[in-house]
C-alpha cells in the first residue's frame, strides 16, 4: 500500500516544476502590467504634448533665446527613451505596492491597511521602481549631451554623472516622494470619497485621481526635508513654514495631469480585465 500511494504521489507532481521555477500566478503580474500600460499610454500623452508644444514656440525668437532652449530640445529628443522608461518605472511602483499592500491586508486579517502602512508601502515602492528607474534617465541624459558636440558645452559640462551622483540626491528623493504620495494615497481617498461621502464610483476616481496627483506633488516638494535635518532647519529659519512649499505649484502644474491620466487609464484597464476573470473562475 506505502509504495502504491508514493507511486500516486509522484504521479501526481510529476511534470511539475519546482517551487522557485514555477511561474508566478496572474494576480501577482497583473498590476505589473496594468501598471506599465498605463505608464507607456501616460508617457506617450504626455510626450506628444510637449513635442507638439515645443514645435509650435521654437519659431518664435524669445524663446529660441532663452537660456533653457538647449535642455528643452534635448527633452524633446528624448522623449520615446523617456516614455519607456515612464513604462518601466510605472510597473514596478505599482507592481511592488500592490504586493506590499496585500501583505499588510493578510496581516490585518482582511481588513483595509491603516494610513501608516499605506504610507509604508508606498515608501518602498517608490524608492524600489526609483532605484530601478533613476539610473536609466542618468544614463539617457547623459547619451544625448555627449551625441550634442560643443551645442550644448556648458550644460554638459553641468551633466557628468560624478556630479549627478553628487548632487543628485535630490532628485532622486523628489521621485522617492512622488511615487510614495502618488500609490499610497489613491485608494485609501477612493475608500472614504465612496465609503464615507457617498460619491459615485466614477466621480470618487476623478476625486482620487486629484487628491493623489496633489499629494504626489506634496511628498516630491517635502522628501528632501524629511531627508536632511539640516536643510529643513534653514529653510524655517530663512523663510518660515511656508518655505518648505516653494515650487509645490510648478510640480503640481507639471505632475498633476500626468497623475491623473495615469489612474484614468489604469482604471480602464481593471474595467477590461474584470469579465475575463470572471470567466475563467466560471
Not at 519607456?84 to 506590499?100: F, K, M, N, R, T
Not at 491603516?114 to 533613476?134: D, K, P
Request: net charge positive; aromatic share 10%; hydrophobic share 40%.
Amino acid at each position: 500500500m506505502k509504495i502504491m500511494e508514493e507511486k500516486k504521489d509522484r504521479t501526481e507532481f510529476e511534470g511539475l516544476k519546482p517551487f522557485w521555477g514555477l511561474p508566478p500566478p496572474p494576480s501577482v503580474l497583473k498590476p505589473f502590467v496594468h501598471g506599465g500600460v498605463a505608464g507607456l499610454l501616460t508617457g506617450s500623452i504626455n510626450g506628444a504634448m510637449e513635442y507638439s508644444g515645443f514645435h509650435i514656440l521654437k519659431n518664435v525668437p524669445l524663446f529660441r533665446n532663452h537660456p533653457t532652449y538647449v535642455p528643452r530640445w534635448i527633452f524633446v529628443k528624448i522623449i520615446p527613451g523617456l516614455v519607456l522608461i515612464d513604462a518601466l518605472a510605472y510597473s514596478q511602483l505599482l507592481g511592488i505596492y500592490e504586493i506590499l499592500r496585500r501583505r499588510a491586508i493578510a496581516a490585518n486579517e482582511g481588513m483595509q491597511p491603516r494610513l501608516y502602512q499605506e504610507a509604508a508601502c508606498g515608501l518602498i515602492a517608490g524608492a524600489a521602481g526609483t532605484c530601478v528607474s533613476f539610473p536609466l534617465y542618468l544614463g539617457l541624459y547623459r547619451k544625448r549631451f555627449e551625441s550634442m558636440g560643443d551645442a550644448a558645452g556648458r550644460w554638459r559640462l553641468r551633466s557628468n554623472l560624478s556630479h549627478i551622483f553628487r548632487y543628485g540626491s535630490v532628485s532622486w528623493k523628489r521621485r522617492v516622494g512622488l511615487g510614495m504620495g502618488m500609490v499610497a494615497s489613491y485608494k485609501p481617498s477612493l475608500h472614504y470619497l465612496v465609503e464615507s461621502r457617498g460619491f459615485s464610483e466614477e466621480d470618487a476616481k476623478s476625486g482620487a485621481g486629484a487628491i493623489s496627483a496633489l499629494s504626489a506633488a506634496a511628498c516630491a516638494v517635502l522628501a528632501p526635508y524629511a531627508c536632511s535635518l539640516v536643510l529643513a532647519r534653514e529653510t524655517l529659519r530663512s523663510r518660515g513654514p511656508l518655505g518648505f512649499l516653494t515650487g509645490l505649484s510648478g510640480l503640481c502644474f507639471h505632475e498633476a495631469p500626468k497623475v491623473m491620466v495615469f489612474w484614468a487609464v489604469f482604471e480602464e484597464l481593471q474595467k477590461y480585465s474584470k469579465p475575463s476573470i470572471e470567466s475563467e473562475q466560471s
